[in-house]
């Protein structure tokens, strides 16, 4: 599955990407995220709780941030196991437009999910993936700007 969306977000970019790579910001906008840990600059440990459809599960993963040209341009990659809920594994690449005292935040997001969640059928699945990544990103949005 593959998802696209851009938002934008009344901050300047470095603003943005600093959010970006803030676990304690992260936390706070991935939806039932119960901790956030970082290993590294570009190493992440996510525990988070998901339900999608009847499927309930709580799920451990990790995510690696790939800087190709920060502030600019990242990408992400991770994968987590929710036991016999099943897997999902994807990553995203993000750009971050400057446009005066705005950023646009641009993204294309690719996932693969196996076991109990994958058995839901692909709609289910794709629905409540666009709803997490925008309750994610308004709420990253809402965040930065608090900030500002």
Not at 17 to 30: F, R, S, T, W
Request: hydrophobic share 40%; aromatic share 6%.
């Amino acid at each position: 599955m593959e998802l696209e969306d851009e938002i934008r977000i009344v901050a300047p970019r470095a603003k943005v990407y600093a959010g970006l790579n803030d676990p304690d910001v992260l936390k706070q906008c991935i939806p039932s995220c119960e901790e956030l840990i970082k290993h590294s600059d570009t190493e992440l440990e996510a525990k988070v709780v998901l339900k999608i459809g009847p499927v309930k599960a709580k799920f451990g993963g990790t995510v690696v941030l790939e800087p190709i040209n920060p502030p600019e341009r990242f990408s992400l990659s991770g994968e987590g196991s929710g036991g016999i809920a099943g897997f999902a594994k994807g990553g995203a690449d993000v750009e971050l437009i400057e446009e005066g005292d705005e950023t646009i935040l641009r993204y294309t997001a690719k996932a693969d999910v196996g076991g109990k969640i994958a058995q839901l059928g692909s709609r289910l699945v794709v629905s409540a993936s666009k709803k997490l990544a925008g309750q994610f990103f308004e709420k990253f949005a809402e965040v930065i700007n608090e900030q500002s």
